[in-house]
C-alpha cells in the first residue's frame, strides 16, 4: 500500500505531547514516564490509532502505549486525540524491528491488529507473529505473556496460530469470525471496519505464556 505524504507531519509529531521522542531513554521504567504502577499495554503497528485511543477512554486503569513507523499514519492519531486528555496513552515513532531497544521486562499485554501479512515465503520472518519477533518480545514482558491478535487475513491467522503454539503459547481464546460469534467488549480499528463491511470474517486469537 502506497503512503501519502501528509504535508507537515514530523512538525506536529515532534510538538505532541502524546509523543515520546526518546523512547529508549526510558526503557524499563515507562512506570514512572506513567506515573503510576498501573499495567501497560502496547499495541505493534497502530495505525491510525482509532483501537488503542478507544481502549484508553474506556479503561483508564490502563496505560496503552501506540506504536507506528510512518510518520502519514501516526499523524491521524494525533489529529484524533487532539483536545482530548488521556494521561493513560503515548505513542511512539518506531520499527518494530527494535522493540528490544525499548521495553524491558515491563509490558503486560501486546495487540498486534491487522499487521502486515508479508504473503511472499522468503520474508516469512518479518510477520510480527514470526519466532523471529516472539523472541524479541520474551524480554518486553514484565510477568506472565499475553497476546492477543486480530486480522482478516487466513494464512496469516494459520501461520500465526502455529508460530505461536510451536513457541510454547497457549490459546485462552479463538474465533473465527468475531462478529459471527458476537464478541463482547470488541473494539475496532479502522481496518476491521473496512474488511467487517466487505464480508470478510475477521479472525481472533488470544494467547498467554508462563513467564
Given amino acids: 500500500m502506497r503512503l501519502r505524504n501528509v504535508k507537515g507531519a514530523s512538525e506536529k509529531i ?4 502524546y509523543m515520546i521522542l ?8 515507562f512506570a514512572r514516564k506513567f506515573g503510576n504502577s498501573n ?19 474506556r479503561y483508564p486503569e490502563i496505560n496503552f502505549i501506540g506504536i507506528e513507523k510512518f510518520d502519514s499514519v501516526l499523524v491521524r ?10 494521561p493513560n ?10 522493540i528490544e531497544e525499548v521495553f524491558e521486562k515491563e509490558i503486560n499485554t501486546i495487540y498486534l491488529n491487522f499487521s502486515d501479512p508479508w504473503p511472499k515465503k522468503r520474508h516469512a520472518n518479518r510477520r510480527l507473529t514470526s519466532q523471529n519477533f516472539l523472541k524479541k518480545y520474551d524480554s518486553l514482558f514484565q510477568k506472565d505473556k499475553r497476546i492477543l491478535m486480530k486480522t482478516d487475513n487466513r494464512h496469516l491467522f494459520e ?9 510454547g503459547y497457549r490459546i485462552v481464546d479463538l ?5 459471527q460469534e458476537e464478541l463482547e467488549n470488541n473494539v475496532p480499528t479502522e481496518y476491521e471496519k473496512k474488511f467487517h463491511e466487505k464480508g470478510f470474517p475477521i479472525y481472533r486469537v488470544e494467547v498467554w505464556k508462563e513467564k
Avoid: Q
Fill in 159 to 167: 501461520f500465526s496460530i502455529k508460530e505461536l503454539t510451536d513457541y
Fill in 14 to 17: 515532534e510538538n505532541s505531547n
Fill in 22 to 29: 526518546d523512547p529508549s531513554s526510558w526503557k524499563g521504567n
Fill in 77 to 86: 492519531a494525533l489529529e484524533k486525540v487532539e483536545g482530548e486528555e488521556l
Fill in 175 to 179: 474465533c473465527l469470525d468475531i462478529y
Fill in 89 to 98: 496513552l503515548f505513542f511512539i515513532r518506531m520499527d518494530a524491528d527494535k
Fill in 39 to 57: 499495567p501497560i499495554h502496547i499495541e505493534i503497528g497502530m495505525g491510525k490509532g482509532s483501537f488503542l485511543i478507544e481502549m484508553a477512554k
